[in-house]
């Protein structure tokens, strides 16, 4: 036994044969150039160039489908010395174009100019301040193409989207840009707190108010609301479920009708660790940034940093799943928030109350 384990020692250290592929050593005094005509090429064309022609291709294509439904509105005021423009789409075939609350205040009759040129009128028949939404609807019957409202919460941070509008008057203007972060909360002009909002970091100037912000695949998952002044890459847009939610409450009733628990709060990530261990499997929930004082959910216990988990049972993965539990229904109505503080699992009650309207 013991001579076989000698002659196994023997083997191990044994210089082994070199394999087809060696790591290659290069001494210290070598020089190495970047030769450009060295990169990959498919036929002919370098891949920076094939990844740049893709990337122009997807911008075009989705500028090809949102472009057309895409108006410029000019509000029709009794000072001619007052003039403002604005961005907006078509969202249904009967010339319902959807835009910024902002761009129709002061005024009662528009003037819309579709993307050939044509000129038409159109009256507000909804607005809501607190989105930042408003809906107007062309009087002349019409044909403008449609735009579809896609999904916002399948957005990603770093992914690309594109904003068409009317900056400064210049109409069917495209810029581009990526998504720099979501369910932001930002205080408007008239210090109305606007939630849910995308931020990115595509050009917008005054004018963009109103357009649709546009994925590559040429849904519109954002109306362009505000720019801060001095900042650039400070651009915001309403994300489109917000929208969803809100159209449709606008052609119900013409205004959105609902409950406030008294918080200011954005969109955050549950840190796994978290998740697991307290049994959510949810990815984000909603962070509670501040809470107004003498407040439904300042009465509740809520306090600032709490993870909101769920409202009567439905999850709350952004600041759109906050807003549809608040609607009408929610007003006066006991609902059990469940939350997370100091790691653990709670379950607060809050009764919203109604949300004062502009």
């Known amino acids: 036994m013991k001579a076989r384990k000698y002659r196994l020692f023997a083997k191990a250290r044994k210089p082994r044969p070199a394999r087809a592929h060696e790591i290659l050593y290069y001494p210290d005094e070598a020089q190495f150039v970047f030769d450009p005509g060295d990169l990959p090429q498919a036929g002919g064309v370098a891949v920076d ?17 949102v472009g057309p439904c895409v108006v410029r509105i000019h509000p029709m005021l009794d000072d001619p010395r007052m003039q ?31 993307a050939e040129g044509r000129s038409l009128t159109a009256r507000c028949i909804g607005d809501d301040p607190d989105t930042d939404l408003a809906l107007l609807q062309v009087d002349q019957r019409t044909h403008i193409p449609v735009a579809r409202l896609g999904d916002s919460k399948a957005l990603r941070r770093g992914q690309l989207v594109i904003a068409i509008g009317a900056p400064l008057g210049f109409e069917a203007t495209v810029t581009t840009g990526v998504v720099s972060a979501l369910g932001r909360s930002l205080r408007g002009e008239r210090g109305r707190l606007i939630e849910d909002l995308i931020q990115t970091d595509a050009a917008l100037n005054p004018g963009n108010s109103g357009g649709p912000l546009v994925s590559s695949s040429g849904e519109v998952i954002g109306i362009a609301t505000a720019v801060i002044a001095g900042y650039q890459g400070l651009c915001f847009a309403v994300a489109s479920n917000t929208a969803s939610f809100v159209v449709a409450e606008l052609r119900k009733h013409g205004h959105v009708t609902r409950g406030s628990i ?3 709060a954005q ?21 509670v940034a501040q809470v107004d004082a003498g407040g439904p959910a300042a009465k509740a216990g809520v306090l600032e940093g709490d993870l909101l988990i769920s409202a009567d049972g439905a999850p709350l993965t952004g600041l759109d799943d906050l807003l549809r539990a608040l609607d009408h229904h ?26 004062k309207r502009s």
Not at 49 to 65: F, M, P, T
Request: charged letters at 10%.
């Open 262 to 264: 008294g918080l200011i």
């Open 49 to 65: 160039g094939i990844l740049l022609d893709a990337y122009s291709n997807a911008v075009v294509r989705a500028v090809e489908v």
């Open 267 to 287: 969109q955050a990530p549950i840190p796994p660790s978290l998740a697991k261990a307290n049994g959510v499997k949810q990815v984000y929930a909603v962070f």
């Open 84 to 114: 403002g423009v604005g961005s907006g789409f078509a969202i249904a075939e009967n010339g319902l174009i959807l835009t910024n609350s902002h761009v129709v205040q002061g005024a009662s009759r528009f003037v819309v100019i579709t």
């Open 330 to 355: 929610s007003i006066g109505k006991a609902v059990a928030f469940v939350l997370i503080r100091g790691g653990r699992l709670m379950t607060v009650t809050i009764t919203p109350r109604a949300r």
